[in-house]
């Protein structure tokens, strides 16, 4: 291997030897732990931005073996896999069914996104239009036996008028669903159009109304995910949480004091950084299972600059870091996103992650993932 990659962030000399993670091993017990994971889109597909996405499922499904054999759950159907941001709802269903039945085959634990992305933006949906399309989800991820994630909604965000509504369409769900659900509150970061979400822009009055609907059906209310990056609200919001309910961490920014917890409790995790740390993340939740917090955060801490470069804002283009690193990491075979989301970061953006993923030695193969950034920068005219 050529000892020295020229980044456009300077010179930059590769990692030789990946961390040795072998897959196989048992899941994390004392903490339950999602990796909420991407799509691989289908690069010979003749789709533009604005087309249904087409996707390529063996390389989707791979990748969840992948995640499945190292111990971790799969949170499926989720912002990570593009929802709302290239794969609708026609593609979510199919992606559901294919991973539901996948998990079913190798026994791995899956949680599937629930919402109302089949409703049209125009015109603003009705509260009646809303509750019916996160029922026909609901429905769907019951009929395969997965256990829902009621995430978000930007059409509830639009049509309604008051904490009330909130309050009225998530008890009927509730009251509806067979088994517990997993509640989840994206925060306007990650989703501009969920600015508001629980009728108020105030967090502490949005938290109020969230916690009353957890506290009034509570044993339909597995846990809830919270993705505000804010850990002290996460803490907060977890201490007051109903005995049972559990507290999934979506805090990309802080994750490891969250899942290490403190003398009052704990988080447990539902994560897109969990994607492409996956390996690394189960080995230190397994750590932290034996009760070494010190040697679980000496893990997953030094992660948290990599994280925090991918979520940077503007936060929903996450994605494409998550996607870009799966390429090096040899997990697909090019670098394409379905909506063509892959344009959505800069290359110093892109160089700057391959160079902090390679220091942790998340590569499998360093070498070509090495191999793999050099072709990009020829591409891209970073010839130096």
């Not at 533009?48 to 969840?64: H, N």
């Not at 996104?113 to 009705?126: F, I, K, M, N, S």
């Not at 009251?175 to 990650?190: C, D, T």
Request: charged share 20%.
């Amino acid at each position: 291997m050529t000892t020295v990659i020229h980044l456009p962030q300077g010179p930059y000399t590769p990692r030789a030897t990946p961390l040795d993670l072998a897959p196989g091993s048992a899941a994390p017990t004392s903490r339950t732990v999602f990796s909420a994971a991407h799509v691989v889109a289908d690069p010979y597909a003749d789709a533009g931005p604005d087309d249904p996405a087409a996707v390529d499922w063996e390389s989707t499904l791979a990748f969840r073996r992948h995640l499945w054999a190292h111990g971790l759950g799969v949170a499926e159907a989720m912002d990570t896999a593009q929802r709302g941001m290239g794969l609708d709802w026609a593609g979510a269903a199919e992606l559901i069914h294919r991973s539901a039945a996948e998990a079913k085959a190798v026994g791995g634990r899956i949680a599937c996104g629930v919402g109302t992305d089949q409703l049209p933006e125009v015109p603003a949906p009705t509260l009646a239009e809303v509750t019916a399309a996160y029922e026909e989800q609901l429905a769907l991820a019951e009929q395969h036996g997965v256990q829902p994630i009621l995430m978000a909604s930007r059409a509830l965000a639009r049509a309604a008028r008051s904490p009330e509504d909130y309050l009225a369409t998530y008890a009927h769900l509730l009251r509806q669903a067979s088994e517990p659900v997993i509640l989840h509150w994206l925060g306007p970061m990650f989703d501009p159009a969920l600015e508001g979400y629980w009728g108020s822009a105030d967090l502490d009055e949005a938290t109020d109304t969230f916690l009353k609907v957890i506290a009034e059906h509570p044993d339909k209310v597995d846990g809830i995910k919270i993705s505000l990056l804010d850990a002290a609200r996460e803490i907060d919001v977890r201490r007051r949480l109903p005995g049972g309910v559990r507290c999934y961490t979506g805090d990309d920014f802080n994750y490891p004091e969250l899942i290490a917890g403190d003398e009052r409790g704990f988080s447990h995790a539902l994560l897109g950084i969990f994607d492409p740390l996956g390996p690394l993340a189960a080995h230190a939740v397994r750590v932290l299972d034996t009760g070494d917090a010190e040697g679980f955060r000496a893990l997953l801490d030094p992660t948290v600059e990599l994280s925090r470069h991918l979520f940077r804002r503007p936060t929903r283009f996450y994605k494409t870091g998550v996607v870009f690193l799966a390429w090096l990491a040899g997990h697909q075979d090019h670098f394409t996103m379905v909506g063509g989301l892959q344009s959505a970061r800069s290359l110093p953006h892109l160089a700057k992650a391959y160079e902090l993923a390679d220091g942790l030695g998340l590569f499998p193969d360093p070498e070509l993932a090495a191999h793999r950034m050099r072709a990009l920068l020829a591409v891209n005219g970073g010839t130096r």
